[in-house]
Each structure stands twice: as C-alpha cells, then as structure tokens.
C-alpha cells in the first residue's frame, strides 16, 4: 500500500525496492534501521534454498565398480548334484566398499525336462569394489564341490573368469576344468574321470598364474553367470569403457 | 531440489514361464520386488501376482503381465530384483508352491528379454515320492534363503524347475551427471 496523503494511516509492509517518489513520515522513518536492512538483504540473498546443486562439482577420489548378478546354472555331463562357491579375487589396490567376497550357494540337483541338463543354483551376488588403478581387475572364481559319504567336501571343478570391463549386462559361460590325480595304472587305461578328486585349501589361487606349470587338467562342464557391471567416476579418471564416444 | 537424484523407470511384463515338470496343472508366478534402503519405490504395491495359466502344445505357460516400477535411486547398492514363486493349480484344485527364483534387473538403459531359472528344495527319497504319488514337493519354509540370508543357502540341497521369462524396458535420469554407467 503506498501512502497517497501524509498524514493517512495504513498498514505498510517493508520494502526494499521502493519507488523513489515514495515518501516516509517524519514519526515513521525511526522503525527502519538502516544495519538491518542492510541484513536481511544479505540473508535473502545467500539463504540455503537458493543455492545450486551441482553434482558435477562434487570432488571425487575413487572409482567405484559395482559388479551384480546371479550365477545362473551348470551344465556337467557326468556331475551331479554340486554345490557352488564363488570368490571374488582383486589386486591388492582394490578395496571392498559393500558385499560379500565369496559365498556358498545349495547343493543342486538336475531336473526333469530341459531341466534334466542343468543343475540351477541361481545364486544372487553384489560387491562393490573401489579403487582408483585398474590394476588387479577382480575376477571370479566359481569352484563346485560334493560331499562324499565320509561328510567331506571334495572339489570337483574349477573355473575362472574376468569381471567385464565394460558396464551393462553380460552373459558369461565358464569353461570349467577338474584336476587329476593319475597314478601310471589309471593312465595306463586311459581313465580320466571327471572330477578328479582333489581337496586344495585355497580355491581362491585359481585365480593367479603360479605354479600352473606342473599341474594336468580335464575339461568338463559349464557355468553360467549373469553379470551386471555399473561404474562410478570412471571418465573422470580418463578410462572411456563404453563405445559411445562422446 | 531432487532434481539431481537419479532415477529408473523398469517397465515390462512377466511374459512367462517354461520347462515346468508340471503336465497339464495351471501355473502362476507371484513376483515380489526386493530392493536396498537407499532406493525409493514410487508405488502403492511391489508385489505382482499373475493369473492362472494352462500350458499350450509346446508346454509355454502365458503371463503377459505387465508392470512399471519407478524407482528413486540414492546407491547402486541393492539393485531391485525380482523374487519370483511359481505356484501351481493341479486338477483337484490345491495351491502348491513349486519353484523359486530370484532375478536382478537390468542396469542400463535399453529392451531386454531375461530368464529366470527355478529351483525348489529337496530332501530326500521320503518326500520325493510323495510328490511323485501325490503331487507336494519340499517348500521353504522360511523364505529367506532365495536372497535375504543367502548364508543359509549353503545347508540346502535343490532341484532344478523350469525358467521364467520376463521382458524389461529401462529408462534412466540422471545417471550421467552422477557419473554412473549405464545411460549411454
């Protein structure tokens, strides 16, 4: 409301960007402190709601790899009812910002059907890893076992596999092998079985390139994983892992 | 001020299931959506039940149903996935649970065609043979081993069912300016 006659009383509301013709009462001009004013301009100004979010700005440090999926099935022609483990191995660099390592999922059984080539274990898996050097890009290494009828577990086949460096939704088959144990009669013979046998404490070393040198492998079998990659920060630290190039 | 926060949109349907050892007894797929504290679901429900469906020649059982999911997402961790039940309608009437499986949606931005792979529990020749006769195989009874407590898992012996189908279009916001992957 603006004063039209000097000496009219009304309801006046403060404000800071009043016309210039606009013209105070001699008794009214002592409510306005001129500090104050000069206060509440800053406080309008710099209040917090007006601030603007930018989550570009935000400092950054780590890349962030977020590896999800499940692993789905095996298909073993002559194996039966495994049961899975999968390890998570990465290079000293890395580090685990959410999930589990390693975990064991059921003994599994083929089903009847189309069922009856597949043993599903449908073991669902999320880790996420942080670090700031691909160096040491984690792989997993799913290794199966059985109980034998004296309750021991016994490994009967390994595999091994690089999380992909790309993000998105990867289908990933593992060729799984099995050690031997041969002594000359069964080479002799010529029997190889599937599932060689063989406790090993560390299945994890899979992973690595030691010592393979002295070692005799049969192949056999398959797993399938389903692996979803998300990255965080990866462009930031200079690494493109998509085709789109922008 | 959310503006910033990324979010998804999981749009699809439960087309449907496969391979089941059922021979002519209806199905039905209960799908439960299962996902961490730091994602925000944008719905009354997250849980979908589907009608009962009888197999055609080639033994395909049809859902065709359809759900969208809107997502606020403030972590990648715990990524929503689907926890699926297949139940089973046999010719007398009676409900059973016969599979389970659980499924992560896709994290990126396209049209997907995923499949789910069953399991259900088995213990031993007793209750096999009873399901044979009688038609009732093993159940969980606490659901927690599917994937809330997978440590159990490991005490557990399965056998394997059927696949479920399900057909997922995904749509991101937002992504990008986080610097997360998968909007390309």
């Known amino acids: 409301m603006r004063a039209t006659k000097a000496n009219e009383t009304y309801q006046r509301n403060t404000y800071l960007s009043d016309p210039p013709d606009y013209k105070l009462d001699d008794d009214e001009e002592e409510e306005f402190d001129l500090d104050e004013r000069l206060k509440e301009e800053n406080q309008y100004k710099y209040h917090e709601n007006l601030s603007h979010y930018d989550p570009k700005g935000q400092p950054y440090s780590y890349f962030y790899i977020t590896v999800m999926g499940q692993i789905d099935f095996g298909e073993f022609q002559y194996l039966d009812g495994l049961q899975l483990h999968y390890h998570f191995v990465k290079g000293e660099d890395w580090n685990i910002a959410n999930g589990t390592l390693f975990q064991t999922g059921q003994f599994a059984f083929k089903g009847q059907g189309r069922g009856l080539s597949r043993m599903i274990w449908n073991l669902p898996f999320e880790i996420t890893f942080r670090t700031m050097t691909p160096f040491g890009w984690p792989q997993l290494v799913v290794y199966c076992t059985t109980k034998e009828s004296d309750g021991s577990d016994t490994v009967k086949a390994f595999g091994s596999i690089h999380v992909p460096i790309s993000p998105g939704i990867h289908k990933k088959i593992i060729r799984m092998f099995s050690p031997i144990t041969t002594n000359s009669f069964t080479e002799f013979i010529g029997w190889f079985r599937e599932g060689g046998g063989v406790q090993i404490d560390q299945p994890e070393l899979i992973a690595f390139a030691e010592g393979r040198e002295v070692s005799r492998v049969k192949a056999g079998g398959k797993v399938t994983v389903n692996m979803q990659v998300t990255q965080r920060n990866m462009e930031r630290h200079g690494y493109i892992t998509t085709n789109n190039k922008k | ?184």
């Open chain 2, 1 to 184: 001020m959310a503006d910033y926060k990324p979010e998804i949109y999981f749009i699809g349907q439960i087309v449907g299931g496969s391979d089941f050892p059922t021979d002519l007894d209806g199905l039905f797929v209960e799908a439960s959506l299962k996902y961490g504290e730091n994602w925000k679901l944008i719905e009354k429900t997250s849980t979908i039940q589907t009608h009962t469906s009888y197999p055609d020649d080639e033994g395909f059982f049809v859902f065709a149903h359809p759900f969208d999911f809107y997502f606020i997402c403030e972590s990648v961790q715990g990524w929503p996935k689907l926890n699926i039940k297949v139940w089973r309608l046999d010719q007398y009437g009676k409900l059973d649970n016969i599979a389970y499986g659980i499924i992560n949606l896709p994290n990126e931005t396209g049209s997907f065609d995923l499949e789910c792979p069953t399991w259900r529990p088995m213990s031993g020749w007793r209750e096999e043979s009873y399901n044979y006769y009688l038609g009732g195989p093993p159940k969980l009874v606490n659901s927690d081993p599917i994937v809330r407590d997978l440590n159990k898992r490991r005490f557990l012996t399965s056998m394997s069912s059927g696949s479920i189908h399900i057909h997922c279009e995904v749509l991101m916001k937002g992504y990008r300016d986080s610097f997360i992957s998968g909007d390309q």
